[in-house]
Each structure stands twice: as C-alpha cells, then as structure tokens.
C-alpha cells in the first residue's frame, strides 16, 4: 500500500475523532506512517457487528416480555456478554447461568445474586430485581 | 512528575515494547519490536467461537511478542498478578511513585477514552501508566495519538475484567535495559521463529496451511450457515484483519517495515527485497478485504462470491508460502 492510497474514508463509526496508525510505502519504496480516519470495508464490518448485536438484543427483549426468558439473558446480550462470559464473571458454571434465565427460578434468586449480575451489567440491582428492561445504546 | 514519551504506534503489544524501552533509552521501533518478536502469524480456529463466529487471527497470540523480545534483548522484566484489585492498585502507586512506567493487561471494553465502537470485550489490550494526578491515572495507550487519563474505578474493571485471558491486575515494568544491543542475532533469530510459524507448523489451521483452511471454508458459509450467519463470519475476518492494532492487511505491511528496517540496518539487500515482496501481499490481502466488504454489504449471499474469495485466498496462501519459504533462505 502507498502512503497516498491509505484509506480515509471517514463515515465511520467514531466520526473521525480517531485516527488508527497504518505502514505504507512512500514514493521511493520506504516504509513510513500515516494515520487512517477508517476504511469502508472495516466501516461495513463493524457496523454489522453492532447490527447484530442490537438484532439480539431486540430479540431477547421479545422473549423476556413474552414470559419466555428471564431479564439475566436481555443484559447478557445488551451487555454484549455471551453464555462462557457471563458465567465465568458470575463465578458460576453455564447451566447455573441458562438456569437464572429462566423467569420461574428468576423470580427466587436471593439479592446477593441479583446484586452480582446486576454490578456486571453496570446497572442498578432494583433495576433487574425489578425485571426493568432499560433500552440498549449502540455507540453513536 | 515522571516523563513519559508517547508515540502512537499500530498495535498495543509491540507498540508498549517500543514505547517503554525507549524510555531506558534503548531505540527500537515497532515494527522491529514486532519482527524480533515474530509477532506475523495466521491461524483460524472454527471452534474457538465468540459469540458464535469462528476465531481468526493474523498474529501470535498475546504476551509472546513480548517475551521474545525480553529474551532477545537481555531485558530484564518484573511481572506480577494479583488475587485482590486493592493490593494490585497499591501495588501500581507503589512503583510509579518511584517514577518507573508500568505497563499492564487490560480489556477495552472498560477503557473510557478508547473509540465507543470499539469497545467489545477483548482483554488482551496492554498499555502504560506513567503516573497519577488528582486521583487519576496518566496513561499512555499505543494506538491513542496522544496521552490520556483513566479514574481508578474504570482502571480497577479493565484490570480485573473477568474472561479469555483475565488480566488478572498483571503488570509488568523493566528492571534492566541494556542500552546498546546488536541486533543482528534477534533478528536472525525473530525470522527464523516467524518462519517455522508460518511453514512448520504440522496442524492445518496455522501458518500458510491455515489460510487454505480458511479459504475451504469460507468457499462453503453460504450452504452451510446460510446468508445471515455467512455475512456476520465474514466480516469478523474482515475486522481481525483491517481493525485497530494490525497496521493494515493483517499485520503484514508490520512486517514488511520490519524486513525493510532489518535489512537496511544489517545491509542485507534480500531481506528488504523480501519485504518488497510481503508488501504486494499485503495488497492481495487488502482487496480480499475490499472485496469481502462488497459481500457483507450486499448481504444476499451468492455462492459465486464465496467461491471467489475462497480463491483469492488461496492466491494469498500461495503468495505468501513464497515469501516465507524465501525468507527462510536469507543469509543473516
């Protein structure tokens, strides 16, 4: 890649408040910098990431509201966490986690373990105890 | 109050090497960092799933680069974990209050300052403290353009973040920088590691071997996962490639500067030749990248653009098994 041809294609996701280092040849075949706004298929790439992640979002919402899944599993997602991550931060084993989603064993969990998930959701633990299901932000 | 000199480098790992060695005055530069530490690689691990997409990596994996380049050099390092965040706070006010740059482990997705869109849960993200004010914690962070700040509580979290790899607070400062070293030897020794890496390795995920892997599969999404789930594993190709921290093509035009920089220092026309080479490379990466964004972005997945990836990475593998098996010929 050319110095000159280093992408600055700044319909990006950080609106050019960053710039990211990337090696480049200058005109006599030299290694040098430049710093790069973005590049469109990075742009493309990430922006999926966090469409995804707001489709499972909106999806486990439907679930929790439908009485079909506990709030543990809404912030797992908005927490953009998955089932090893979650477990591993709760300090518990997977099948204890897929079992704190389900509504009926939701309900009984004592304040200790809601207070635990609720500090690794960042949020307030009458928020989840509460079964409150705050909206999630992509970063804008 | 300790002075700490930041460059902006491309990748955290290498980046910190150069940035903290200068300080003891020891001069290298990020790609030579990057080199000794044969820190190019490539592995793609269908099972190691995040979120359900397949792994994929340009790299080695973390905390290798720098340890190599430790032992290379002679420099000697002090590294600690800790099991409580307030012994591993006391312990880091501890040592930059002699004026000594910490370097630490830490996850993004805590790190205020670091680009919101970025922030996912990767906690292999490494960076300098050089000292406190008012509280907070003066950080130099590789890939920012200029220094910044983090409280202690944001500072406690990425520490302590919990997952694949757990920081677990470590921290790591040098205690003996030679300030002259012969570069020769490292480099010699940097090269031939990255080429048993990229040639040697008798698995088929890794090395040259891996990227066919890859492109059998990638040859394969549409029918085997359907459109969706084929966009969504190809853009985590896209992204480990073209992301923060790889310097562009996935590390490779790194390590062209790299040979280029070795070659001029030793007067080793093949290396730099060598390093002309890689570079074309990493251009047939960065239009397999322009091309895989094409797919993504049209979203409906034909089985002729798959196939045509597939194939453009079989190119790169070729390519590159080229410039490896050169590489390993060089006389140094």
Same mark, same amino acid.
């Given at each position: 890649?050319?110095?000159?041809?280093?992408?600055q294609?700044?319909?990006?996701?950080?609106h050019g408040?960053?710039k990211?280092?990337?090696?480049?040849?200058?005109?006599?075949?030299?290694?040098t910098?430049?710093p790069?706004?973005?590049w469109e298929p990075?742009?493309?790439?990430?922006?999926?990431a966090w469409?995804?992640?707001?489709r499972?979002?909106?999806e486990t919402?439907?679930?929790?509201?439908?009485?079909?899944?506990?709030p543990?599993?809404?912030?797992?997602?908005r927490?953009?966490?998955?089932?090893?991550?979650?477990?591993?931060k709760a300090?518990?084993?997977?099948?204890?986690?897929?079992?704190?989603?389900?509504?009926?064993?939701?309900?009984?969990l004592?304040?200790?373990?809601?207070?635990?998930?609720?500090?690794?959701f960042?949020i307030?633990?009458?928020?989840l105890?509460k079964?409150?299901?705050?909206?999630f932000?992509?970063p804008? | 109050?300790t002075?700490f000199?930041?460059?902006?480098?491309?990748?955290c790992?290498?980046?910190?090497?150069?940035?903290?060695?200068?300080h003891?005055g020891?001069q290298i530069?990020?790609?030579?960092a990057?080199? *000794?530490?044969?820190?190019?690689?490539f592995?793609?691990?269908?099972?190691?799933?995040?979120?359900?997409?397949p792994?994929?990596t340009?790299?080695?994996w973390?905390?290798?680069?720098?340890?190599r380049?430790?032992?290379?050099?002679?420099? #000697?390092?002090?590294s600690?974990?800790?099991?409580?965040? =307030?012994?591993?706070m006391?312990?880091? =006010?501890?040592?930059?209050a002699?004026? *000594?740059?910490?370097?630490?482990?830490?996850?993004?997705?805590?790190?205020?300052?670091?680009?919101?869109?970025?922030?996912?849960?990767?906690?292999a993200h490494n960076l300098v403290?050089?000292g406190?004010?008012?509280?907070?914690?003066l950080v130099?962070?590789?890939?920012m =353009?200029?220094?910044?700040?983090?409280?202690?509580?944001n500072?406690?979290?990425?520490?302590?973040a #919990?997952?694949?790899p757990a920081?677990?607070?470590?921290?790591?400062y040098?205690?003996?920088?030679? #300030?002259?070293?012969?570069f020769?030897?490292?480099?010699?020794?940097?090269?031939k590691?990255?080429?048993?890496y990229?040639?040697? *390795?008798?698995?088929?995920?890794?090395?040259?071997?891996?990227?066919?892997?890859?492109? #059998?599969?990638?040859?394969?999404?549409p029918?085997?996962v359907g459109?969706?789930?084929?966009?969504?594993?190809?853009?985590?190709i *896209?992204?480990m490639q073209?992301e923060?921290?790889?310097?562009?093509?996935?590390?490779?035009?790194?390590y062209?500067?790299f040979?280029?920089?070795?070659?001029?220092?030793?007067?080793?026309?093949e290396?730099k030749s060598?390093?002309?080479e890689?570079?074309a490379?990493?251009?047939?990466w960065r239009?397999?990248?322009?091309s895989?964004?094409?797919?993504c972005?049209?979203?409906?997945a034909?089985?002729?653009?798959?196939?045509?990836l597939?194939?453009?990475l079989?190119k790169?593998?070729?390519?590159?098994?080229?410039?490896?098996?050169?590489?390993?010929?060089?006389?140094?």
């Amino acid at each position: 890649m050319k110095k000159e041809e280093v992408p600055q294609d700044g319909d990006n996701l950080h609106h050019g408040t960053f710039k990211q280092l990337f090696y480049a040849v200058d005109n006599s075949g030299d290694y040098t910098t430049a710093p790069s706004v973005g590049w469109e298929p990075e742009n493309v790439a990430l922006d999926q990431a966090w469409e995804e992640v707001e489709r499972r979002v909106a999806e486990t919402r439907v679930k929790v509201e439908a009485g079909e899944a506990s709030p543990i599993a809404y912030y797992m997602e908005r927490t953009l966490l998955d089932l090893p991550l979650l477990a591993v931060k709760a300090g518990k084993f997977q099948w204890q986690v897929k079992r704190h989603m389900k509504p009926e064993v939701f309900k009984k969990l004592g304040g200790s373990t809601i207070a635990r998930y609720a500090e690794i959701f960042g949020i307030a633990a009458e928020v989840l105890q509460k079964g409150e299901l705050l909206p999630f932000q992509r970063p804008q | 109050m300790t002075q700490f000199s930041h460059t902006q480098t491309a990748h955290c790992e290498s980046g910190v090497i150069s940035n903290m060695f200068r300080h003891y005055g020891l001069q290298i530069s990020e790609p030579m960092a990057f080199g *000794i530490g044969a820190g190019i690689f490539f592995g793609h691990l269908p099972f190691v799933k995040v979120n359900g997409v397949p792994g994929t990596t340009y790299r080695i994996w973390p905390g290798a680069i720098f340890s190599r380049v430790c032992k290379r050099l002679g420099v #000697k390092m002090e590294s600690h974990q800790f099991g409580s965040p =307030d012994k591993a706070m006391q312990a880091l =006010d501890d040592v930059i209050a002699k004026g *000594i740059p910490v370097g630490m482990q830490s996850s993004v997705y805590y790190l205020p300052y670091f680009p919101a869109s970025y922030r996912f849960h990767f906690n292999a993200h490494n960076l300098v403290v050089y000292g406190k004010q008012n509280g907070d914690y003066l950080v130099s962070d590789p890939i920012m =353009d200029t220094v910044t700040v983090i409280d202690h509580e944001n500072l406690v979290q990425a520490r302590f973040a #919990k997952g694949f790899p757990a920081p677990k607070g470590k921290m790591y400062y040098p205690v003996s920088v030679p #300030k002259q070293v012969d570069f020769r030897e490292p480099i010699k020794e940097g090269i031939k590691q990255a080429c048993y890496y990229m040639l040697k *390795i008798p698995m088929p995920m890794f090395g040259v071997k891996g990227i066919r892997f890859l492109a #059998k599969r990638v040859k394969n999404y549409p029918a085997k996962v359907g459109d969706r789930r084929a966009g969504l594993y190809l853009g985590n190709i *896209i992204r480990m490639q073209e992301e923060i921290g790889t310097g562009g093509a996935g590390f490779r035009f790194m390590y062209a500067a790299f040979l280029q920089e070795a070659g001029t220092l030793l007067n080793n026309e093949e290396l730099k030749s060598v390093g002309k080479e890689l570079t074309a490379v990493g251009d047939l990466w960065r239009n397999f990248a322009f091309s895989a964004g094409r797919v993504c972005k049209a979203r409906s997945a034909d089985n002729t653009s798959y196939g045509d990836l597939g194939d453009m990475l079989l190119k790169i593998a070729d390519a590159e098994e080229k410039v490896f098996r050169r590489l390993s010929k060089v006389k140094i």
